[in-house]
């Protein structure tokens, strides 16, 4: 197809008239399609239901250490559980502190912490603080934003770029004392996909930061949801910060929600000895300890990360099949020189950025079409996409003949958006 | 047996010689017991292993509500489980919001957002107050003490008496705009066993309190602990509350910790309208959820609160055989005016009051004889006893026979430390 830039007015508003025929015909089938929701869809966790067939009598409530598993205690977990998160991940066990069923809440939980009480090379509680900046890599997770956004913090914008964020960008920002973290997703970023190179976690864990108690927030919450056998690497950055000096500016995070169940999976957060230690004195404070039979309903399934690796090879065949339903669809566009999308090789988006001023307007048009896209700018601070041009397309939860009918209806409306303000 | 104080100090000195002898005989035997832990035993948590027997294909896995509870979503829990916990209260379904696996989390985490955010009729966060004060009833729970202590609130000690909180000294202190709240366990109280009388909780509802945003944390850990038909019986909060226009005042907190399992079984918060909206919003910041499947292995054991009442009388024969060893121990000290100690008809503890000055010296003599006990102090703002006088009894851990063993040495103890310091 010939790039919409290149064609004459009339060209243009032939095919308008082509495209919107089309457009109406979906429109006319009162579908009821979602787009917008990063979760799986039932199929999926069909997948994980081993977890749940086992009846648990007495003598499988209890942990290789000996602890019965149903009562109180470990607040940082079993050791069978850090062991699998440390496969998993090849991340030292002994960084590990296991939580509950939300990585999110692990995150929120670090940072309402750092304000009440500091963190580690804190001079004072961070509420004690004023004006105090956050970098948020964008496109990137709203749920990431709004805990910081929440907390007070004033949202600085980096660009996502192949690579990672724009890290010239980021190492000016953090020579401001103010600027006290960043949020990252290191591996399949949501919602772009792609994978920060070796260079970027390097000039992470190298780079100066005016504060002494700047923290990285290192939330790897797709570490093994590759696609395909041959899925991105993302360096270690424990290693990395190891070797700068720099070990305790990593908060690292991640859970089995996209593994087993979102509502009942395992999450963990890893950090340096010293950290942990600060972090665990204040989490006894707040709780007893977290649901250990969870940890051993998942160490009993999986004896070791390769059994992950096979788990997430099966669910990767189903998420495999809706994200080249969706890319296929994209092809559509392609030529056109009206949007760019991201291919990513593992994760759970796929990031496409249409016209600039015609992102909200294709939300319009698919929402009278009967389909929900995430709501335009959810990627960026403030749910503000600057050149309103990117939005999030979340292949997971429909099925596969839904999102057929979903990802054509959005290549026309995409066009669409595009062919109306050409003609404008 | 002769009062201890009516001896004169030949009779004390035989006495000595007596108690001490069989003292002995209990050390040389190289004991390892322990009366500290208030959490149930293995033979307890067996009465709950059919919650775990259940196998859950697919079709199990879905809420009333037909919502797939291993998915994300539905914040505030499944409306089962809403239905359940109310049923068992005795109060309003809205008012509900289910929690992970413990209630200390929902309480610091009430209280966290308290500091960082303030609650509905503060006029900023507390965090931006100085010299915030916490009414703590004493002897009390050490866990409860800790979160305030922690999160920078001077603790205020009002004596429990048996009818609940001293209410002349709480009204007094109420009219101090820096005291913020109050911690209680109305019912069965940690350590003391005894309930709030109906007019304690009317006057916690219907106090003026200078702060507009004072807080009661009414923690009902034992809400249906009772040890037989009879147990006592609480007035609900909420009732009274709405009488006198203070619904905003209450923060309700349960769990089934001691019902069904402590590491894993399912947590509540329960608030007014206003109050729960205001929680919702940051909580929907910190998490996407808490673990739904869990609260559907409760509800599909529970068909209501009746079911958790039987299931409860269970658990009873079970407990109140330990009070019933701990309390026939006791026995040995009546009549020798050394020591008072209370009579619960549920929970989980007795609280001992030994002679003024002799708590720690107790404590110490129990560790040699390889029984250790709840530090002492522990159940005081700052940990800090100031009669050195409350021991708390915490007898369902050990086996019925550990128990006879650590409770008799327990009151060979008692009439040791008295013995010591009447002949000094």
């Known amino acids: ?3 919409y830039n290149l064609l004459t007015k009339q060209e243009l508003q032939n095919e308008y008239s082509l495209v919107k025929s089309e457009y109406e015909k979906y429109k006319a089938q009162g579908l009821k399609l979602d787009l917008s929701r990063g979760k799986p869809n039932s199929d999926q966790l069909d997948i994980s239901l081993p977890l749940l067939a086992e009846s648990r009598p007495r003598e ?15 607040l940082d977990g079993i050791p069978e559980m850090k062991k699998l998160f440390a496969d998993m991940l090849g991340i030292k066990e002994e960084y590990i502190a296991v939580g509950g069923n939300s990585s999110l ?32 890599v964008t496109p990137g997770y709203d749920r990431h934003f709004k805990i910081t956004e929440t907390l007070g913090f004033e949202l600085l914008s980096v660009p996502m770029t192949s690579d990672g964020p724009d890290m010239d960008m980021v190492e000016q920002l953090v020579c401001d004392p103010k600027v006290k973290g960043i949020w990252c997703v290191p591996k399949y970023s949501n919602p772009t996909g792609n994978t920060y190179s070796d260079e970027t976690v390097r000039r992470l864990a190298k780079m100066e930061c005016a504060a002494p108690d700047f923290r990285i927030m290192w939330d790897n919450a797709y570490a093994v949801h590759d696609l395909g056998e041959e899925g991105d690497k993302l360096l270690n950055i424990f290693d990395e910060a190891e070797k700068y000096g720099t070990l305790d500016r990593i908060f690292y995070f991640t859970s089995t929600s996209k593994i087993t169940f979102p509502g009942a999976g395992v999450a963990m957060m890893a950090a340096s000895p010293k950290n942990l230690k600060q972090i665990l004195t ?12 969870n940890q051993l309903r998942h160490t009993s399934y999986f004896s070791d990360g390769e059994a992950v690796h096979k788990h997430m090879m099966l669910l990767a065949e189903l998420i495999g099949e809706k994200f080249d339903i969706t890319l296929s669809a994209l092809d559509e566009l392609d030529g056109l020189g009206i949007a760019e999308w991201t291919k990513p090789r593992g994760g759970y988006f796929v990031s496409l950025n249409v016209m600039p001023g015609c992102a909200k307007r294709v939300f319009e048009l698919m929402k009278e079409a009967g389909v929900t ?22 292949p997971t939860y429909p099925t596969n003949d839904e999102l057929k009918v979903a990802t054509a209806i959005l290549t026309l409306a995409v066009r669409l958006a595009a062919l109306e303000k050409l003609l404008k």
Chains 1, 2 share one sequence.
């Open 1 to 3: 197809m010939k790039n």
């Open 105 to 136: 809440q692990l995150m929120y939980d670090a940072l309402a912490r750092a304000m009440l009480f500091g963190v580690v090379g804190s001079e004072r509680p961070w509420c004690k603080e004023e004006g105090l900046k956050w970098i948020c």
């Open 282 to 293: 204040y989490m006894g404070v707040q709780t007893i300890g977290y649901d250990k039979l």
């Open 60 to 74: 499988k409530c209890f942990s290789v250490s000996g602890f019965d598993c149903r009562n109180y205690g470990v």
């Open 373 to 394: 896209l995430t709501s335009v700018g959810a990627t960026f601070p403030y749910g503000i996409d600057p050149r309103d041009e990117n939005l999030r397309i979340a």
